[in-house]
């Protein structure tokens, strides 16, 4: 390294060359690294949708869930399986064991689901989704009619599809694009019971015509002469007109001719829009919602100018022809830009205020203009290295560039003080750069290596928390790494040159009276205190006994509780609506409507100094049996005031409630949601309620919703919902000449309709929909006297071959490893750590229930974030001890030494004590728990905090090798030649740190 050093000295131009290259690589690395608003995080979990219209909650259950679950239980490194069966849906979560290859996960599961032939014939496919942040949507955008158009958006399901989707799927970086709202035709076929009766047709016979009408199919080829001709036979019902002339029978006449019955004869044929199944309005308008879903490594800014681009050609092209206007509603950039704001801001005011250390410690501005190089040569040339690497700029790595800047000139400091103070020593500017930087080369490297390795573990964990800190812990040992070259090269080389001349000027630096004797005096006191210990080593070892017994009880003392990820400062909040089971969707509007009201005020301008901030959009989308809604606030900062806006007129509703939080930054990717799940299993439904019906009752007295705490049952523990069960009678539908399969077609073919099959329209697939006159505006009563055709064409009421019965059925039916399952959702509020919480549950109230678990098999875990809480404070403790002992072994092969290490490693304690001190001092003035943010402050804490005590024992080693000294003079005088640069780099970091001021990030500064 001698001779690195000093050719590096001898080649300055080649030096300042290289380094000018390494910042232009940066810039253009910078330009082409993907940029979005957090890191691409990857969960082992894989959900399998299938939607199955018309069906309840029981037949997905027993129809879809069980066949779906006994095939795939089987398969390899899958932890859980859980489902939930829901009206004409079916979503079942497989969760895999961490470090699982989901490629060959995902695989092995498409082979099993390709596979599985005995679903339901009306249900769809199985379709698979994966859980990783791609699932959030970078663009939220509404399509409103514009103002004085009377346009009903939810006829706009096709124009949707064949204008606006596939447009903006076509812009670069957008993977999909979804929408909510905006109904698709279909072709409605409405049979006339009479006329069936006429002709002695059933139900069934016109439904298996209609099915067997169409079909195209490949008849081979036939080849003659040159040409080779393709035969394809094809028979569609694209148009009411083709679809009229299906045969449904042939009858003889007395004449002996055969008379065809065609559908025209006995139905209406006509196309129509499907029925509508949502609500959605955008501040007050009726609104069809549209969510942008960005591909992996996506440039999220460049993605979002170009979406702009193409949503102001649409808004001025084909909407405004139609009167419409589409608009960006939410859009991710905004975070983003203002955290590359603020990250700019940090690096410059930060750099500033460490200079200003600078100077007031060396009194001198060409070794201060010598240190500031390394910020922009080590901020910049990370950039080169995370695109080598295929990561990418987010909040995160921005904030390990934040935190960088006052760490990357400590090396710098070291190298450039000791030059500066041989320089001021008398000797010539080389010597004083070559022997400078030798001296300190050593420690410079150990302390660098310390700081990246603590972060190895971190790195290389598989939780979700891993892959989430993985980009703060790459760019802050990147940034050190350079600066490490920096100092053993750009440092001595120009220092060499720049600090040439007079000696004595250098000698004779300028004063600052009331500063110089505040230096003087610490000076003085750290001295003697090295001279008193040093003298006195039983007193000295005494001290060092009680600093470190007075450390580990102030961590006992003051250790605050644990929680998992904060929410950060996302300016959205989002609310479900959670209604009475049963109730309709036109109900559920009218509940919808009262909060819509209670903020309308908000967006209208209508605000009050002391009241609710200002709401800059508001949403909610209302359906059968519940809703949700959001609102962001013209000011970001005032954003959670909107929960009580939103939750309040909801809670008047008898039998309502809501469930509001501020959206989580890390909530979609990595659980950072501060939600507890509180799962109840057993074997059926009546078991287990009144178990979770008494564990709700004490969670609501421990955590009472007027301190801000919320709970939510999944599902809703009231009786169920009410619903109409036919029970067909064997002997009446044998009499009649039917089955129960062609019965219970022909009862969904009078009430709601029935889907036949798809056919092609306009470049989409639409549902043939085989219905009666009156379908979907029956009542209650109705439903007995409608009229089922039997075998022979006679007429029977539902009501002469079923049993027709109100009765209360579930809403939903969960079920974990296989068992049916409730679960209660705990939000505690801000004042309550989640370890808090969970003891409460686990030592308080859990135990209350234990009466009630005896004679009943039931089983209680507490899952969500408590579970994710566990597992990554387990880890993250592991990961402390783990870099706490790699960096001893580093020392080891460093200094050649086992017992220097130890002593290096006594100052973690004592830092760690700081660290403890300063967060109880934070929560005196706000809550700050110990959450997994400040546990990486703890981590990050323990590779910097041993860089001058390795600074120390390499100066002291130094002078017992070189300079021959004793032990007790080696260590004064090294006091003396260290106490500056020590000052120094501490300052510097700490002043560097100063202005890192995102909400989220702000624990790790207290550290």
Do not use: C
């Amino acid at each position: 390294m001698n001779s690195f050093i000093k050719s590096a000295i001898e080649r300055p131009i080649a030096v300042i060359a290289f380094m000018v290259l390494i910042v232009m690589f940066g810039f253009v690395a910078a330009r082409t690294i993907p940029i979005q608003m957090s890191p691409d995080i990857e969960k082992p979990i894989f959900q399998v949708r299938v939607n199955w219209a018309g069906a309840t909650p029981e037949d997905v259950d027993r129809e879809i869930v069980n066949r779906l679950e006994d095939e795939l239980s089987n398969l390899s490194s899958v932890e859980e399986i859980s489902s939930n069966s829901r009206y004409g849906s079916a979503r079942i979560t497989l969760t895999y064991a961490v470090g699982t290859d989901m490629d060959k996960a995902l695989t092995l599961l498409l082979t099993k689901l390709s596979g599985i032939t005995n679903l339901p014939r009306e249900a769809k496919a199985p379709q698979v989704r994966t859980s990783n942040s791609d699932d959030s949507p970078i663009a939220r955008l509404a399509l409103t009619a514009l103002p004085g158009q009377e346009i009903d958006v939810e006829t706009l399901g096709s124009f949707v599809d064949n204008e606006l989707v596939s447009r903006l799927e076509r812009v670069p970086g957008v993977a999909e694009v979804t929408y909510y709202g905006g109904g698709s035709q279909q072709m409605s076929i409405r049979i006339h019971p009479e006329k069936l009766v006429r002709f002695r047709l059933s139900i069934s016979e016109v439904a298996n015509a209609l099915r067997q009408s169409s079909a195209v199919l490949s008849a081979g080829a036939v080849d003659q002469g040159k040409r080779t001709y393709a035969v394809r036979t094809q028979s569609d019902l694209f148009t009411p007109e083709t679809a009229g002339a299906v045969v449904i029978r042939n009858d003889m006449t007395a004449d002996g001719q055969l008379v065809p019955i065609l559908l025209r004869d006995i139905a209406d044929i006509e196309l129509e829009m499907e029925k509508r199944s949502s609500f959605r309005r955008l501040n007050g308008k009726n609104a069809l919602i549209l969510n942008a879903l960005r591909e992996q490594g996506t440039n999220v800014v460049q993605t979002m100018q170009t979406m702009q681009t193409v949503i102001d050609a649409l808004n001025q092209s084909v909407l405004a022809q139609r009167g419409l206007n589409l608009k960006l509603v939410y859009d991710e950039t905004k975070y983003i830009d203002s955290a590359l704001q603020l990250v700019q801001q940090n690096i410059w005011v930060g750099g500033l205020l460490a200079l200003s250390v600078l100077i007031l410690f060396l009194r001198s501005a060409a070794p201060t203009l010598i240190i500031a190089a390394a910020i922009p040569i080590s901020v910049i040339g990370t950039f080169v290295v995370i695109a080598a690497l295929g990561l990418s700029i987010n909040v995160i790595s921005l904030a390990g560039l934040a935190f960088a800047v006052g760490m990357v000139v400590d090396a710098s400091i070291v190298s450039q003080e000791n030059i500066f103070r041989l320089r001021q020593a008398g000797r010539n500017a080389a010597n004083s750069a070559y022997h400078g930087a030798r001296q300190v080369w050593a420690p410079i490297l150990g302390s660098a290596l310390t700081t990246v390795i603590v972060f190895i573990p971190v790195i290389l964990l598989d939780l979700p928390i891993g892959q989430l800190f993985r980009d703060i812990g790459i760019a802050i040992s990147v940034a050190v790494l350079i600066s490490v070259l920096v100092s053993a090269t750009v440092i001595p080389s120009i220092s060499a040159t720049l600090l040439k001349g007079d000696a004595e000027r250098y000698a004779r630096p300028f004063r600052l009276p009331v500063i110089d004797w505040l230096a003087k005096l610490i000076h003085s006191a750290v001295v003697s205190y090295a001279r008193f210990t040093v003298k006195r080593r039983l007193v000295g070892l005494g001290l060092v006994v009680l600093m470190i017994s007075s450390a580990g009880l102030a961590v006992y003392r003051f250790m605050p509780q644990i929680d998992y990820l904060p929410d950060g400062n996302a300016n959205f909040v989002f609310g479900r609506i959670i209604v009475p089971p049963g109730y309709s969707m036109n109900e559920t509007l009218r509940i919808a409507e009262k909060m819509e009201q209670s903020a309308r005020p908000l967006w209208q301008g209508e605000t009050k100094v002391d009241g609710p901030p200002a709401i800059s959009r508001f949403f909610f989308v209302a359906y059968a049996g519940g809703a949700f809604a959001g609102a962001a606030a013209e000011d970001p900062t005032r954003v959670s005031e909107l929960r009580q806006v939103l939750s309040r007129p909801i809670f008047a509703e008898p039998g309502a409630s809501a469930f509001v939080r501020q959206a989580s930054l890390f909530g979609r990717s990595v659980g950072g949601s501060r939600s507890i799940r509180i799962d109840i299993t057993g074997p059926d439904l009546d078991t287990i309620t009144p178990v979770a019906r008494s564990l709700k009752t004490r969670l609501a007295r421990t955590f009472p919703r007027s301190e801000g705490n919320q709970i939510r049952t999944i599902p809703n523990l009231s009786s169920g919902t009410a619903q109409i069960r036919i029970s067909p009678d064997p002997f009446a539908l044998s009499a009649a000449g039917l089955n129960a399969r062609q019965f219970a077609e022909a009862v969904d073919v009078l009430n709601d309709g029935l889907p036949i099959f798809q056919i092609p329209l306009a470049g989409n697939l639409i549902d043939l929909v085989l219905s009666g006159q009156k379908a979907g505006e029956h009542r209650l009563s109705d439903l007995g006297s409608l009229s089922v055709i039997g075998e022979k064409g006679e007429i029977y009421r539902i009501d002469q071959l079923a049993k027709v019965e109100l009765i209360s059925a579930p809403q939903e039916i969960r079920r974990i490893g296989g068992q049916q399952a409730l679960s209660i959702q705990l939000r505690p509020n801000e004042s309550v750590p989640l370890e808090a919480a969970i003891e409460q549950i686990e030592n308080t109230i859990l135990p209350t229930l234990s009466a009630e678990l005896k004679s009943k098999p039931v089983q209680i875990n507490v899952k969500g974030a408590a579970s994710e809480l566990a597992r990554t404070w387990t880890a993250m403790q592991l990961n402390v001890l783990t870099a706490i002992g790699v960096i001893f072994l580093l020392l080891v092969v460093l200094l050649r030494s086992f017992i220097l290490p130890a002593i290096i490693l006594l100052v973690i304690p004592v830092a760690s004590a700081g660290g403890i001190a300063g967060l109880a001092i934070l929560n005196l003035f706000l809550r700050q728990p110990l959450d997994m943010l400040t546990m990486l402050g703890f981590v990050i804490l323990t590779g910097i905090v041993v860089n001058n005590a390795i600074l120390m024992i390499e100066q002291t080693v130094l002078h017992l090798k070189e300079d021959k000294m004793a032990v007790p003079d080696a260590i004064i005088e090294a006091t003396q030649n260290r106490i500056r640069p020590i000052f120094m780099s501490t300052l510097t970091s700490l002043f560097g740190l100063v202005p890192a001021g995102h909400l989220s990030w702000s624990r790790l500064r207290i550290i």
